[in-house]
């Protein structure tokens, strides 16, 4: 509950005013914190990831003075005559990815652990981007040689029911 409450708390936009950032280490020598994010989502573990939380308003001035300076205006001159790359000039980057799809089977006798750490490890780290649409969809195939009971047939239609499963149903080949 604890670990749940930090990675929300981290992950909020607002968290310079309601909340805190989050730290790997402090460095005593260079008097500064390793690791510092605040309004993005990290990735914290029970006690096997050792982790400072830092007050906003530390972060803050932290991350101010680390901020890399913004260039300045670029002198007037001739530009290129011809097209193409100036010499020096560095490559052009690949355009960023837009889109992220994937597939996990779990173990079904500890899905709710699997489950627990593909949201940990993936989807927070997606969900937190600016803007970013996440859809997290659960399939679920079963297979049973013998044939479900009734009583289970019954059980589970009216829970996938309750539960709002967009599809749902048993077959009988």
């Known amino acids: 509950m604890l670990i749940g409450a930090i990675r929300e708390g981290v992950a ?5 005013r ?16 390793r690791g ?3 309004g993005q989502a990290v990735s914290v573990m029970d006690s096997d990831m050792p982790g400072l939380l830092v007050k906003s308003e530390v ?16 002198p007037p001159g001739p530009g290129p005559t011809s097209p193409g790359p100036r010499p ?6 690949a355009p960023a990815p837009k889109r992220f799809h994937g597939s996990v089977t779990l173990d079904p ?12 490890e993936v989807i927070t780290h997606l969900s937190g ?6 859809t997290v969809t659960l399939e679920i195939h079963a297979e049973i040689p013998g044939g479900a009971p ?3 047939v019954r059980t589970v239609t009216e829970n996938a029911r309750t539960l709002k499963f967009t599809s749902q149903g048993f077959e009988t080949d």
């Open 150 to 152: 009734e009583q289970v």
């Open 88 to 93: 020096g000039a560095k490559p052009t980057a």
């Open 129 to 134: 981007l600016v803007g970013a649409q996440v």
């Open 12 to 16: 909020l936009l607002t968290w310079e």
């Open 36 to 38: 510092l994010r605040g």
């Open 109 to 120: 006798t500890r899905s709710g652990r699997d489950a627990s750490r593909v949201a940990d």
């Open 59 to 74: 972060a803050r001035r932290q991350l101010d003075t680390e901020k890399p300076a913004a260039p300045g205006p670029t």
């Open 18 to 33: 309601e909340s805190f950032a989050f730290a790997d280490s402090f460095d005593e020598g260079e008097g500064r914190y």
